[in-house]
């Protein structure tokens, strides 16, 4: 039977009939219904309207009332690290005693140090991993993610890890979209031996990948201290060779090139971004990548600066928000605590914030129109919040306020008491 979900709240609908990824004055609008209501069916909105409207045309529908709480899409996070053994909660102490990351990386920790782990977990530990932790992406209103591997830099373990994405998607009420990231390191065993790291990346786990069918994108650590802006050409090239989109850890420390190098090949995004050229900034504007802000991590590894978020937005770039979720820089699921940092660091208003974490951030992995919106046609993913309007989200910090979560029109998170 249909369902129909309706309020009398504001809704931010996204609805906006802007298409492709959203600029500063796109973001603006937020697809604002004072009340509003959507028609489900097989778990997709099929149709839109006011409350009174498509309850007189839809007379035999399931209905459900949402109250006078704010609702929005359910969240889309473009970036996380989910697939991971064991934490390290002792290199964020080192950090604080000013050990540098990545000193700590060189020295063999970071991860490096998560390689280790997770190469002694099985698939199936992996899997019961992977999927606790998708719970408390719902709980935080994220219904959506993209997922990496790139904590196993093996064939074997890199392999692992995608198909415990692509298990724990099947299963479970989150939406994983996989990403290959096999090129996060340079393993232990391949020190001395860089280029033959790289020649089983390209010769052995990438066509592997493709056959399997494991990743939609491929995403390189392009840093100083980890792959060079050709290496990395090297591989992604080869991985768009192979029918895969291409995404890239960007200018995150040093300003290498890594966002012209997402220009030059038209990746869906280029993340990080701390040190981007102004030149990468418009090569990226020009090329149409949308370029991930994480501004979680440029705080938790007490970064002296942070991605140009302003800078972005005044010159025309749609960015989008992402956790960075991973157990080193960013052990957080929560992009509602990522949109308050995008409004203090970039002087995002609360819809731009939400336009980047459910509009764009769909557009950077391939989901244009499908999540992040309430549009027609879209997954019926949204978020009830226990909260009076949009500007509250943002505001609040350090607590949840998701009240309930539907996903592809059932109800997957409901918070005790509300
Ligand atoms: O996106 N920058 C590279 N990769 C992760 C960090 C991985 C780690 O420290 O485990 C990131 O921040
Ligand atoms: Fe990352």
Redesign the pocket.
């Known amino acids: 039977m249909p369902k129909i979900f309706h309020g009398n709240g504001p809704w931010a609908t996204l609805d906006t009939g802007i298409a492709g990824p959203r600029d500063a004055s796109a973001l603006l609008d937020a697809g604002f219904r004072d009340g509003w209501a959507i028609l489900v069916e097989d778990g997709i909105i099929v149709e839109s309207d006011t409350p009174d409207v498509l309850r007189a045309r839809h007379p035999d529908s399931e209905t459900t009332d949402l109250g006078d709480s704010l609702v929005t899409p359910g969240l889309v996070d473009p970036?996380t690290?989910p697939v991971?053994t064991g934490t390290?909660e002792d290199e964020f102490e080192m950090r604080n005693q000013g050990h540098d990351?990545v000193a700590i990386?060189k020295a063999g920790g970071?991860?490096r140090n998560?390689a280790r782990r997770l190469r002694a977990s099985s698939e199936d530990e992996l899997v019961a991993d992977l999927r606790a932790r998708c719970d408390g992406f719902l709980a935080l209103g994220t219904t959506t993610i993209e997922a990496k591997s790139?904590?196993g830099l093996s064939t074997e373990s890199e392999l692992a890890s995608l198909r415990a994405i692509r298990r724990v998607d099947a299963d479970h009420p989150l939406d994983l979209v996989p990403t290959f990231l096999g090129a996060?390191e340079i393993p232990d065993e391949y020190r001395e031996d860089r280029e033959g790291y790289i020649a089983l990346l390209i010769d052995e786990m990438l066509p592997r990948v493709a056959e399997e069918n494991l990743a939609e994108a491929c995403d390189v650590?392009c840093?100083e201290h980890v792959f060079t802006v050709d290496e990395s050409r090297r591989i992604l090239g080869r991985a768009r060779a192979l029918g895969m989109k291409v995404k890239l850890?960007a200018d995150?420390i040093r300003p290498l090139g890594g966002a012209e190098l997402a220009a030059e090949l038209g990746a869906l995004s280029a993340?990080?971004l701390v040190a981007v050229s102004d030149e990468g900034l418009d090569r990226m504007r020009e090329s149409g990548v949308v370029p991930i802000l994480?501004p979680a991590?440029s705080l938790y590894?007490n970064l002296a600066s942070d991605a140009p978020g302003k800078k972005m937005l005044d010159r025309g770039l749609a960015p989008a928000l992402a956790t960075?979720f991973?157990?080193?820089?960013?052990p957080t699921r929560s992009l509602p605590l990522v949109m308050t940092f995008a409004c203090l660091k970039y002087g995002m208003t609360a819809a731009q914030a939400l336009g980047a974490a459910t509009w764009n951030a769909a557009c950077a992995i391939g989901r244009e129109g499908k999540v992040g919106t309430l549009a027609d046609g879209a997954l019926a993913d949204l978020v009830v919040w226990d909260l009076p309007n949009l500007r509250s989200l943002p505001y609040r910090f350090g607590e949840s306020f998701v009240s309930r979560v539907l996903k592809r029109g059932e109800w997957c998170f409901e918070r005790a008491g509300a």
């Open positions: 970036h690290h991971f390290r990351y990386a970071g991860i998560s790139g904590y996060h650590f840093e850890h995150e993340d990080h994480l991590t590894l960075d991973n157990p080193g820089s960013s």
